[in-house]
């Protein structure tokens, strides 16, 4: 017959195999978010430097912005412990963020315009060179962000974030340096 202490010891046993077993699948989820997360960070790298020195490189650009955010995605999806398939549709993606954050579906407008830049902009025949202007969807906040002013920068990001709408997406432009103005005689006023 066990003794009540030798059942002690072996559910002691059990605890820590069931902890351990517990820590090490939260260490691979938590490794395969950071490599999702890591790769999402690359892409926008990439993007921002292709941007800052080849800015007309736009189909470049906007496929590194594209490929970053699906990265994204999945990482989220790693950390909601959804599986998901081997596909490259954003829209897909945000489908099965929305059964446990509903936040998210404010994005489809947006992985809608971004989707397009995943296969098509890599193929000639499919091909058209994007502009700046495309990227930015439709009612997106437009924040300038001088690079040589970085209190004003700061001030600029604070009060988009504090005004945007809903769903809205906030465009930041950075500006490099301002040459003189041609303008003549201008005169502010407050409304």
């Known amino acids: ?24 699948i939260l260490s691979e989820v938590a490794e395969l978010l950071q490599e999702w997360l890591h790769k999402g960070e690359r892409d926008l790298d990439t993007a921002r430097l292709t941007l800052d020195n080849r800015h007309e490189y736009t189909d470049i650009i906007c496929y590194h912005c594209q490929q970053a955010v699906e990265k994204y995605l999945k990482a989220y999806l790693v950390y909601l412990d959804t599986p998901f398939e081997k596909k490259h549709d954003l829209g897909y993606r945000i489908d099965l963020i929305v059964e446990n954050d509903k936040d998210i579906e404010q994005f489809y407008d947006f992985v809608e315009t971004l989707s397009g830049y995943a296969v098509e902009i890599r193929y000639p025949d499919d ?65």
């Open 127 to 191: 091909w058209s060179e994007p502009n700046i202007e495309e990227a930015i969807p439709d009612n997106a906040l437009i924040v300038l962000l001088p690079d040589y002013d970085s209190i004003l920068a700061e001030k600029n990001r604070e009060l988009a974030e504090a005004n945007k709408e809903p769903g809205q997406t906030i465009v930041h432009v950075r500006i490099k340096k301002l040459k003189a103005s041609r303008i003549e005689d201008l005169a502010l006023q407050l409304a």
């Open 1 to 24: 017959m066990i003794s009540h202490s030798e059942c002690n010891g072996v559910k002691d046993i059990q605890d820590e195999t069931i902890i351990m077993l517990i820590l090490f």
